[in-house]
């Protein structure tokens, strides 16, 4: 099979959370017809796009499509039949704590998304470029933290606050093809994220606070791995069978010498420190159309070289750190597939297994052996979701997730010896293909290892793809 652009940024929006725009360009083909709805067929969303501007369609036509501005008076289609598919999205985080922390009050963090995706083999016509294609994303995120400024805990409770400026997400080539005997072969290399590639799914996506979204926290506090929106030299490689196993490997400059005020345009060598190192070794379980109950189980080690600091402030450092994880999600309740008879709903010809309504039971652990150089050498997140609660909801989740990380003993801080504890309960409410709503209450325990009394959140993360 052909490999294409994934970028059908609203399509993924409705069925990962919308904080897909991460990787809005994946190892998996993008079918043109995999999110349109089954009674439309996909001539009718195609024929709109191109002979209607957004004030020629009806009410229907334009809340049923895949993202608010569809055609741009014909850019859009006739960009895409050459390869060039754009990525539009804004994502909000509102929170506010009427109970606990430092002090109490309300703010909102905002992230833009713009991004685009070449498809090396249509944009130039070369054969030698089949299977090719480059990604190209920027962010631009404002707002204040309330985690920061007045709750004083450790896991932020707006997952989508950090390098508050415009920035340089990622720039890189990805090379993705099928071969014989059901292999394929992934390889990415140029400016991007550990956490592009590396515990990230997207049952972490249906979360607003950090402790949860994107990736299991635990790893920024006990090693140096990079996430979204920073990005770094970088290649990586997997290989995967068709019944689903997997291996994954990848290399990423460590360069503490990164700000914000770079905006993602240093690229120098010379100011890196080191070198990032990641593994993982996985099974994606019945991921397909069999209507059995999918899940996950993986084991990795992130292992970094570069001068890694003791904690204590006593101005030792050793040159090599690592961290240890595992990863595990399984359907645990499967209620069979949802009737997806809306056309607002999104329709799947490939990974159909994300139909099924049912309970998910998941988990992670991320434990450094090190807490002279990990803050925090032990953390353990995990939670139950429910995959369409209501069967005329068809792409709603009711989530709830817990967190725990330990504080290390050697740490020279308020926080030494203790922990913290998160809790959220989420509900996200997928309005159309393009918008979402997510209501959440959260619980933060121990704030900031005890520092503050026990706090209670009360947020809403909401998302447009344009």
């Not at 809340?63 to 994502?91: K, T």
Request: proline residues 4%; charged residues 15%; hydrophobic residues 40%.
């Amino acid at each position: 099979m052909k490999k294409t652009l994934c970028v059908a940024f609203a399509s993924v929006l409705a069925c990962q959370g919308f904080a897909a725009q991460r990787v809005y360009i994946n190892r998996s083909a993008y079918d043109s017809e995999s999110e349109i709805p089954a009674y439309y067929s996909p001539e009718y969303y195609d024929k709109l796009a191109r002979i209607k501007s957004i004030s020629d369609l009806t009410l229907d036509e334009w809340f049923n499509g895949a993202v608010v501005f569809p055609s741009w008076y014909g850019a859009r289609p006739y960009a895409a039949d050459n390869g060039i598919v754009p990525a539009m999205a804004y994502l909000g985080n509102f929170a506010a704590n009427p109970v606990g922390g430092r002090s109490r009050s309300a703010t909102n963090t905002s992230s833009v998304h713009l991004g685009v995706g070449l498809d090396l083999d249509k944009l130039t016509g070369l054969e030698a470029l089949n299977h090719w294609s480059i990604g190209n994303s920027w962010v631009w995120r404002f707002g204040n933290s309330l985690t920061r400024k007045y709750l004083g805990n450790t896991f932020s409770v707006q997952q989508n606050f950090g390098s508050q400026t415009i920035q340089l997400q990622s720039l890189y080539a990805i090379y993705n093809n099928d071969f014989d005997g059901g292999w394929e072969l992934t390889f990415k290399f140029g400016r991007f994220a550990a956490g592009d590639n590396f515990m990230s799914k997207p049952i972490y996506w249906l979360y607003q606070n950090n402790a949860f979204d994107g990736n299991p926290i635990g790893v920024f506090f006990q090693n140096r791995f990079s996430a979204y929106p920073g990005s770094a030299w970088a290649a990586f490689a997997e290989i995967r069978r068709a019944e689903g196993q997997y291996l994954k490997a990848g290399a990423y400059q460590i360069n503490s010498a990164r700000a914000d005020n770079m905006h993602g345009l240093d690229w120098s060598f010379a100011t890196a420190d080191g070198v990032n190192a990641n593994w993982e070794l996985g099974w994606d379980i019945n991921h397909d159309d069999s209507g059995k109950n999918p899940g996950n189980v993986s084991v990795g080690l992130v292992s970094s070289w570069y001068n890694a600091p003791y904690i204590d402030n006593s101005g030792r450092t050793a040159t090599f750190n690592y961290t240890l994880y595992f990863q595990a999600d399984y359907m645990v309740y499967n209620l069979g597939p949802v009737k997806r008879d809306e056309p607002y709903y999104i329709q799947r010809t490939r990974d159909k297994y994300r139909d099924l309504r049912g309970l998910v039971l998941w988990a992670a652990v991320q434990y450094n052996p090190n807490d002279s150089i990990a803050i925090m050498p032990f953390f353990i997140n995990g939670g139950l979701l429910f995959n369409a609660p209501f069967s005329s909801r068809a792409d709603d989740v009711a989530c709830f997730g817990i967190a725990y990380g330990k504080f290390s003993g050697d740490y020279d801080s308020y926080e030494s010896n203790s922990h913290e504890i998160t809790m959220e309960f989420n509900y996200k409410f997928q309005i159309n293909r393009f918008m979402f709503m997510q209501p959440n209450i959260q619980v933060i325990l121990n704030t900031g290892g005890g520092r503050y009394s026990d706090a209670l959140v009360l947020g809403m993360q909401y998302g447009v793809a344009f």
